[in-house]
């Protein structure tokens, strides 16, 4: 007799078959993910079945809420190489409002929550006829790949997922430039 039955006896349980071995899968739908991994356990680990557990879950958004509470401040350096805050700046506004859906806490709240899940954090910038930043929109690691040209220069790719994304980013070129 095993430990296991003789385990299951003594709680008058019935022995049951041993569990088998789950995988990514099982938890997560859109298939293999660079960013699973293999437990002790026999489980397979990645982000979205570590979501489910409310630990990890909380902490993530601790985190992610605690940042976004900060209040963002833009500096300029004066001609004494000291800080003073940059209100005129064209980019002071986004800070309220940096875009039409979000306010600055849920806009940053999003970012710093990819950023700990994903290891990093994208906005594409939304500008008018004159180049000018009117709008950030947050885009998921998951949607940026990077790319290189022939001559060395660094581009984002980015591949929006969902109607909502499709509109906001549809007058913006294939290649984001690297530096933008």
Not at 104 to 129: C, T
Not at 132 to 140: F, K, Q, S, W
């Amino acid at each position: 007799m095993s430990w296991r039955q003789g385990a299951a006896r003594f709680q008058g349980t019935p022995v049951s078959a041993p569990p088998r071995r789950r995988s990514f899968s099982d938890d997560y739908d859109a298939g293999w993910s660079p960013f699973a991994t293999h437990s002790n356990t026999g489980i397979d680990i990645s982000q979205a079945s570590a979501l489910k557990a409310t630990t990890v879950m909380a902490c993530v958004t601790m985190l992610a809420e605690d940042f976004a509470k900060c209040d963002p401040v833009l500096y300029r350096l004066d001609s004494d190489d000291k800080r003073v805050e940059a209100s005129d700046h064209e980019l002071y506004g986004l800070f309220i409002a940096p875009n039409d859906w979000q306010t600055w806490f849920e806009f940053a709240e999003m970012v710093q929550f990819w950023l700990v899940m994903r290891g990093n954090g994208y906005a594409a910038k939304i500008r008018d006829r004159r180049g000018r930043v009117i709008r950030l929109i947050p885009v998921a690691a998951d949607w940026m790949a990077l790319w290189e040209s022939p001559d060395g220069q660094l581009f984002y790719r980015v591949t929006p997922s969902g109607l909502h994304m499709r509109a906001e980013l549809a007058g913006e070129p294939f290649l984001i430039p690297a530096e933008d």
